[in-house]
């Protein structure tokens, strides 16, 4: 029901709509005539915002429902910053902003996260107009007034068009303020421009370089469900390409020309921004390119090269100032995240195998929202690309459950993540949680093409939805009587299962280890909740004896109390009246106090129920009351 196939646009055509946000006079949003459907259904099915959940947590960069203050409605948001108990929220189908209580955000429906933004992201393409208050307001009352349609390309608006008729742009916008610009090697629409230095505003005097007050260039975005023709530049990893659309290389030409020129003359930067743009050169090729320094080590300083893609390293004196025209345009390059690769293992062999198909070819790239991401299908000669990749991590005996397995009598850090019962718990070493998010977001990407299984065995790595969150979780089939069980290996918990409930996971995802092991207790006297309470975080230590048995700690102090032998604690000897005895207290109660002398013969970890451990000293008075005696106990600096 929420899928949007139908969300594309068609580019040098007038498409109608309506303007929802304007950022500023270089970048607005709007949304398409034939997008209302969409927003309907999304509206409608937000109208039952009441029933929601409130979020337990929230993260910044997912999607969630909120109320719009001004008109007390539910609607999409994404979380983008957040500030003690509040949150700044984007309303994604309209794009503008409101600060709220945590409290006040809601969790949405799985099927309504999927939905991507239904307006486009758009350059207005008057980078020449200063970005004014009154210029905003001007622009505002320019695309309401009548009824509005746009010629778009790419993510830039070709032409204005109001009530159907074509907008003369310099008649439109000759009353707006103006600011004077040098020409760039590339305008707007990827076409050449001239090399001479010239004005757009309407002095006579002389052009002049100024600073571009303009709000810093935001990362070149592309359109969803549209076939994009461009070319790989640069691969990143085997999910992720840089990509160049064919109708910037024309501009991109100009400006690597215009570089070559100014090259020489360009001087070293003083001060190192992470947000300003400059020029290197590149060492393969001794060319200058446009770049962005990314980190910074010790005077070694990685720059990407922002018009292509890849990285190298620069010391500070090859980080060359860029005059203000070369460092305005957004960059040619972007990246581009791969569907069909979202969920294939990141090895040297695979990314061989990606890089001869793709690298330098033109290809052409359509993409989609899948759970929440931008993935790109690609397609060689207009065919969807079908690559044979290999995984060197699978078992001879494929799709085999393997078991994670700590090591004896060595700490370990992590958390526990299922509490089993009084004497087991299932437990993430911290080694392994950054593998498991990952394994985790491809899971969820893989998702959408999983099928299920029509004979599934016992022991096996499956796929299944944990029935309190619908979450699709790696999972093994166990068979008592007939019943059937689906055994999540990432966590520990089960839950009963029919057959048909059983998906078909990729190779690669079948072939990674468990992430989680369970691990026995001996003796714990607390019940399952306490247990939980006491290891409940991410920063508790385990070691596991030659025994089998697993002690936890924090801070290496012991968190779980082992049941104690109340005999043992009852047999103590008798103490020399009137005498300075030291030991440790073992429990105390309603004023009295269970003491154990420091040369008992008595393991402490038996007997101790959490009290903390101090060396005392005790004068035992001849008051005996029931099986104790009353003490009056000092420490030992008294």
């Not at 970005?131 to 204005?160: V, Y």
């Not at 944990?466 to 290996?489: G, M, N, P, W």
């Not at 019940?527 to 975080?537: G, P, T």
């Not at 106090?593 to 101090?614: K, R, T, Y």
Request: with cysteine.
């Amino acid at each position: 029901m929420y899928s949007c196939p139908g969300m594309s646009v068609n580019y040098n055509e007038k498409v109608p709509g309506e303007v929802t946000y304007i950022e500023s006079v270089y970048r607005l949003w709007f949304r398409p005539a034939s997008w209302e459907i969409f927003l309907s259904n999304v509206t409608e099915a937000l109208e039952a915002g009441d029933e929601f959940l409130p979020a337990q947590e929230v993260n910044v960069g997912k999607i969630y429902c909120a109320k719009f203050s001004e008109d007390n409605a539910y609607y999409r948001c994404r979380i983008i910053s957040i500030h003690d108990k509040e949150v700044t929220v984007e309303f994604i189908d309209y794009m503008n902003c409101e600060r709220k209580l945590a409290s006040e955000i809601l969790n949405l429906p799985p099927q309504l996260q999927k939905v991507p933004p239904i307006v486009l992201d758009l350059d207005t393409n008057l980078g020449y107009l200063s970005d004014t208050e009154k210029n905003r307001h001007d622009l505002e009352e320019f695309l309401t007034a009548r009824s509005l349609s746009l010629d778009i390309h790419g993510i830039k608006i070709q032409d204005f068009y109001q009530d159907g008729q074509l907008v003369n742009k310099e008649e439109a916008f000759k009353k707006f303020d103006k600011k004077e610009v040098i020409s760039s090697p590339a305008n707007g629409n990827g076409t050449s421009s001239s090399s001479k230095k010239e004005t757009l505003s309407n002095s006579n005097s002389p052009p002049k370089e100024v600073k571009d007050t303009s709000p810093k260039k935001y990362e070149l975005s592309l359109p969803l469900f549209k076939k994009i023709d461009g070319s790989v530049e640069y691969i990143e990893d085997i999910k992720s390409i840089w990509f160049v659309q064919d109708f910037l290389q024309d501009g991109l030409n100009e400006l690597m020309e215009k570089l070559a020129e100014v090259g020489p003359a360009l001087k070293s930067v003083q001060n190192l921004s992470f947000e300003e743009i400059y020029a290197t050169i590149y060492s393969e090729d001794s060319e200058y390119y446009r770049c962005k320094a990314l980190s910074e080590d010790n005077g070694k300083i990685l720059v990407r090269f922002i018009d292509y893609g890849n990285t190298e390293t620069k010391s500070l004196k090859e980080i060359l100032d860029l005059p203000q025209s070369l460092k305005k345009y957004s960059p040619s390059a972007a990246k581009v995240f791969l569907l069909d690769t979202a969920s294939v293992s990141n090895q040297k062999e695979n990314q061989a195998i990606l890089e001869d198909a793709l690298l330098g070819q033109k290809i052409q790239i359509s993409l989609e929202v899948v759970n929440g991401d931008k993935l790109a299908k690609v397609y060689i000669d207009n065919k969807r690309m079908d690559l044979k990749f290999v995984d060197m991590n699978m078992n001879e005996e494929e799709g085999v459950f393997q078991d994670l397995t700590l090591p004896v009598d060595e700490i370990v850090k992590g958390s526990v993540v299922y509490v089993e019962d009084t004497s087991a718990v299932w437990f993430t070493p911290a080694a392994v949680q950054g593998s498991l998010d990952d394994l985790m977001k491809r899971l969820e990407v893989a998702s959408s093409s999983l099928n299920k299984v029509p004979n599934p065995q016992e022991d096996r790595v499956y796929g299944a939805r944990f029935s309190a969150d619908q979450v699709i979780y790696r999972c093994v089939l166990k068979r008592k009587d007939e019943k059937i069980t689906a055994h999540f290996i990432d966590f520990g918990n089960s839950e009963d299962k029919s057959e048909d409930d059983f998906m078909e996971l990729p190779h690669e995802l079948k072939s990674i280890p468990a992430a989680a092991t369970k691990l026995n207790l001996k003796d714990c006297e607390l019940d399952e909740y306490k247990i939980e309470d006491l290891l409940a975080s991410d920063d508790v230590e385990v070691v596991t004896g030659k025994d089998g048995f697993a002690t936890f700690y924090r801070e290496r102090v012991q968190l779980l109390p082992k049941k104690v032998d109340k005999m043992k604690v009852h047999k103590m000897r008798k103490l020399p009246i009137g005498m300075k005895v030291p030991g440790v207290v073992v429990h105390s109660q309603h004023g009295k106090a269970w003491f154990m002398p420091s040369d008992a013969e008595c393991d402490l970890e038996e007997i101790i129920n959490g009290l903390d451990q101090h060396s005392l000293s005790l004068i035992k008075e001849n008051n005996p009351e029931e099986n104790g005696i009353y003490c009056t106990v000092f420490s030992e600096d008294q």
